[in-house]
Structure formats: C-alpha cells, structure tokens
C-alpha cells in the first residue's frame, strides 16, 4: 500500500511515522524548508508519551516526483490545501483514495447522505466547486483528528499526549475494502483508527470542539486547564456547542459523545493548549477561515443562527490581525 502525507508537520508527521514501520506500506512525505531537509538528511523521528524512534521515509517537495498513491492524507492547514490543489493531482491515480481536511467541513460532507440535503455544496469551504469538481466526492474518505501534536524542531514530530484517535468512515457509511485495509494498517502501526459507520459524528464532535475552544484559548491566552477554572469561560463554550449542535440536528446528525463529557475531556488535558493559541504564540497564522467559512456555510444551510458562534470568532479575527 502506497501511502502520502501531503504535509509532514506534527498530524502528517505522526501517522506517517507509524505508518512506515508496517511492514508493506510505503510511506512518502511531502514536506518542504528545513523540515525537509533534516527528514531527508536523519530521517523522520517521533516523541510520544511512550516511545521515541525515527524511521527513513521518502520525502519530497515535489508531488510530481512521486506518482499515483494509494492513499492520500492531505495534513496540511486547510488554508495551505486550498493554494495547491493543483498539485495534488499527479499523486491520483483511477481509484485513489483522498482523506482531506476536516477541520471545518469538508467539500464532500454532503455527498451521500440520505435526505434532503444530499448532494448540498459548500460555497464558501469549496469556492468555486474547485476540490468537488478536480477530485470528485467518490474518491473521498473521511477521518477526525484527535490528536495534538507539535513540530519543535526540524525533522521531528511530538505527540505530547496520550489522546491520539483518528477514527476513519466512508460518506455512505458502508465497511468497503478501502477502509477496511486503512484501519487495518494503522491499527498495526500502533493508531487507534476505527472504521466508522457515521464519520460525520466523528467528525461534527471534532470540528465543534475546535470551534468552540479555539476562540476561547486564543482570547485569553490559557491552557485547558485554566479556562475549565472560569465558570464563566464554560459556559460561553457550552453556549457555542449548544448553536452548533443545533446546526448540526438540521442534517440528521448526533454527537458520538454528549456535551458535558466533551467538556470534561477538553479542560481535563490541563496545561495542554488548544492549537491555535500554539500557533498564535509561534507568531504562525491562524487557522480561522477553516472554522468560520464551516459554521457559515453549514447554518445558512440549516437556516440557523449562531449568535455566540458569531461574536467569539468576529474578536478572534481581530485578535489575530492585531
């Protein structure tokens, strides 16, 4: 199985790294800088919670130079993945499978879901109906992740705690071979990746909880661990799930975990940090539009509203441009 990690940072970097020590599976990377280099030069290597190794792969800034994979993850920002699709293609072949972005929604999230909405595009994630019309919604595969992860140096990827699940599902819910071969090879990498009948869950709980904690993170600047001390600051985020969840009811779907557990995992990772508030302090951009085109896109489907939702990512744009 040839497997590609279109962006090696800490997510790319951390499957990928598991993934070249099964045997059978070819793993490239698709890297550029100084990261590359020192993949290239001393290969990829991985810190977690229980084990620190580092394994050869291929890597490369050169889609091209690769050719046609089995799967492609595409780990970048979702920002970064819009600015080069074009070169995503030379990595797809006839029955290539596709895993996108799904910090916010991703373009196929409407493609094959029973009801009214089947079919429904995303203007605004998917402008132009660029992704939907070069990649198809056939070729798409979908995957939540849960997991953080940082790059602090070149040619190293840190898992920094034990929370690392990356459950994967097909839009129509079935258990096809492609799946199942995927779960299969990361599950023996060492990745908790369970194949899914609805990915949509996954990947609702997942997009929620950055929307919600993400904001809040980055305005006041604290860990998990010191926003879950504010009552006041919990409560603006169960205000915001509340209005997601209720975006997320209009398309039929429900949460793979109740709210207050949600809660209570997020601010129990203590002085963890939410992604974005480590992007703003390692002076990176931030990952807003993903977020915001997402919940703008989905409730002027839904035709819901989300006051809160609106607020908190109107000062986080302003934060960021200050």
Not at 51 to 79: C, M, S, W, Y
Not at 127 to 141: D, I
Not at 214 to 229: E, F, K, M, Q, Y
Not at 242 to 267: C, N, Q, Y
Request: aromatic content about 6%.
């Amino acid at each position: 199985m040839k497997i590609c990690l279109y962006g090696a940072g800490s997510i790319g970097g951390i499957i990928g790294a598991h993934l070249a020590r099964v045997k059978g599976v070819e793993v490239s990377l698709i890297a550029r800088g100084a990261h590359l280099d020192a993949i290239r030069r001393n290969g990829l290597r991985l810190i977690s919670p229980h084990e620190d190794f580092t394994v050869r792969v291929n890597a490369t800034d050169d889609p091209a130079q690769l050719g046609p994979q089995d799967v492609v993850f595409i780990t970048l920002k979702t920002h970064q993945y819009l600015a080069v699709l074009d070169k995503v293609t030379p990595l797809l072949g006839p029955v290539t499978t596709l895993i996108p972005p799904t910090t916010g929604a991703p373009y196929w999230f409407f493609h094959k879901l029973a009801g009214p909405f089947e079919g429904s595009r995303l203007k605004r994630m998917d402008p132009g109906g660029r992704q939907w019309s070069t990649f198809g919604p056939e070729r798409a595969l979908g995957c939540a992740y849960w997991a953080g992860g940082v790059v602090p140096e070149p040619g190293v990827a840190h898992l920094e705690n034990e929370v690392c699940y990356l459950p994967l599902g097909e839009p129509d819910g079935s258990t096809s071979a492609r799946v199942t071969a995927l779960s299969a090879a990361m599950t023996e990498a060492g990745l908790k990746a369970p194949v899914k009948s609805d990915i949509r869950a996954e990947i609702w709980s997942k997009m929620i909880n950055s929307l919600t904690w993400n904001p809040i993170a980055v305005l006041t600047l604290a860990d998990n661990g010191s926003i879950g001390r504010s009552p006041g600051a919990v409560d603006i985020a169960r205000r915001m799930m509340t209005e997601a969840e209720a975006v997320a009811a209009k398309f039929g779907a429900t949460m793979a975990t109740p709210m207050e557990k949600r809660i209570e995992f997020t601010i129990g990772l203590g002085d963890h940090k939410m992604s974005m508030l480590t992007d703003l302090q390692a002076g990176k951009p931030l990952e807003i539009d993903a977020l915001a085109d997402s919940i703008a896109d989905l409730g002027e489907l839904a035709g819901v509203t989300t006051p809160t939702i609106d607020m908190m990512l109107s000062l986080l744009k302003l934060r960021a441009s200050s």
